[in-house]
């Protein structure tokens, strides 16, 4: 926690005042939401409130500190600051995607599949496929926008490449058993 802290408080040595607010702010968030999960166990999740699992999820996934850190800090924030909503489910939903194969094995519900399922009265699978297609309008959004700014442009490129490779080459989200199941079905 100390080295958090430690890091938190070098932010704005790094970045301009808004954005590293949004950066230690999210980030903070991400304690909170470690706090709300031991408070939350077993809540039954009410289909009354569906923006809960996104409340929850925004907390949860630190989404806006690591969108900030996407672009350069050298970069106006005019350039890029209209993507960051999109930019927030790409982060959060691309994990909830890959991640979904690893966690439904290991039989954890603790996740924002499972809440936005029981929340809409959706089946797993029928959610997964909803969240596929938002996340991939919002990847579309972010390039269409970031277009005519070929360095935030390039960045976001970079980001999602190494994003999507950092699920796909480490064991911990078992991809190659879901690929090799795919090849020999
Ligand atoms: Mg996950």
């Known amino acids: 926690m100390s080295a958090y802290d430690g890091l938190l408080r070098e932010v ?3 970045y301009s005042a808004p954005v590293s607010n949004f950066i230690v702010t999210s980030a903070l968030d991400f304690v909170s939401s470690i706090l709300l999960d031991n408070e939350t166990k077993d809540m039954t999740i009410s ?14 996934g ?4 690591y969108a900030y850190c996407v672009f350069p800090c050298t970069l106006p924030l005019r350039e890029y600051v209209q993507c960051m909503p999109d930019l927030a489910i790409v982060l959060n939903h691309v994990n909830d995607i890959l991640s979904h194969y690893k966690e439904e094995i290991q039989g954890d519900t603790a996740n924002y599949l499972t809440l936005m399922a029981a929340s809409r009265g959706l089946t797993k699978q029928n959610a997964l496929q909803e969240l596929i297609e938002k996340t991939v309008q919002a990847h579309q959004n972010i390039l269409e ?3 005519p700014c070929p360095e935030a442009y390039d960045a976001y490129v970079a980001f999602f490449d190494g994003f999507i490779k950092a699920h796909t080459t480490v064991k911990r989200y078992k991809l190659e058993e879901v690929m090799s199941e795919r090849s020999s079905s």
């Open 145 to 147: 926008f970031l277009k």
């Open 47 to 60: 289909p009354r409130t569906p923006s809960y699992p996104e409340y929850s999820r925004m907390l949860s």
């Open 12 to 14: 704005a040595c790094y």
């Open 62 to 65: 630190i989404p806006y500190a």
